[in-house]
């Protein structure tokens, strides 16, 4: 069973300040790893993805996370938030042999002010 | 590529009554999840379908099933609704391949049961 935890419930910021969102998790297979955005009232949005290779992984809007395997952890980060960044940010994990099922964190709601 | 489209967006239905769902994927996607997601239980999977065949399934009881037609569009129904069923649904979409697999999401509908 794999499962995802995500340090921070809500992390407050500064605009054009760098921010770092935290996500660990647990897992006794290989996993892929991915960062989904929400916006109110709005479906989930693909960050970014960690299938394999280069563990820095490049996404939208300026955002990037790395994988560390040894401490299995996947944390986000942007060098300059901005206003429009203030969102529900979700990190979630599926197992390689189970791709249509996601196991979400609990979400980091990011408000950025200015 | 049009995105994946969930009907209706709201609802409000009341106890003991039953409701259904709607998913239409991205053209070309065979595999369709559900989530539904609440502020204490936050983004949970309640199942998967692929090539009309129920491929994973969450911790969900039995009122809670799903379907998938031959043009890869899903339904979720709930029967015999109650209070603690109201949350936004998602669905998302994917070939279904269950290699390097991401998952694309809906704008959700947003259940209320009284």
């Known amino acids: 069973a794999q499962s995802v935890t995500q340090l921070d419930s809500q992390v407050p910021v500064f605009e054009e300040a760098p921010v770092e969102l935290r996500c660990n998790y647990s897992?006794?297979?290989?996993?892929?790893l991915f960062w989904y955005v929400q916006y109110p009232n709005q479906g989930l949005q693909l960050l970014l993805k960690y299938l394999s290779g280069s563990t820095l992984v490049k996404g939208i809007n300026g955002f990037e996370a790395e994988f560390n395997k040894s401490q299995t952890s996947f944390h986000l980060r942007k060098p300059s938030v901005h206003i429009s960044d203030t969102a529900e940010y979700f990190c979630?994990?599926?197992?390689?042999?189970?791709?249509?099922?996601?196991?979400f964190g609990q979400g980091t709601e990011l408000s950025v002010k200015p | 590529k049009a995105g994946v489209t969930q009907t209706p967006r709201y609802l409000i239905k009341t106890r003991g009554q039953q409701v259904t769902l709607s998913c239409s994927p991205i053209?070309?996607?065979?595999?369709v999840s559900w989530y539904q997601q609440t502020p204490g239980q936050g983004l949970q999977f309640l199942f998967e379908y692929f090539s009309e065949t129920q491929r994973n399934k969450g911790n969900f009881p039995g009122r809670f099933s799903g379907r998938q037609f031959s043009n890869s569009r899903s339904e979720m129904n709930v029967s015999t609704l109650e209070l603690g069923d109201s949350a936004l649904y998602l669905c998302?979409?994917?070939?279904?391949?269950?290699?390097?697999?991401?998952?694309?999401f809906g704008p959700g509908t947003r259940l209320l049961v009284l």
């Open positions: 979630a994990v599926s197992a390689l042999n189970q791709g249509g099922k996601l196991i």
């Open positions: 053209s070309g996607h065979r595999s």
């Open positions: 998302a979409s994917s070939l279904g391949d269950r290699l390097q697999e991401t998952q694309y």
């Open positions: 897992s006794s297979v290989s996993v892929y």
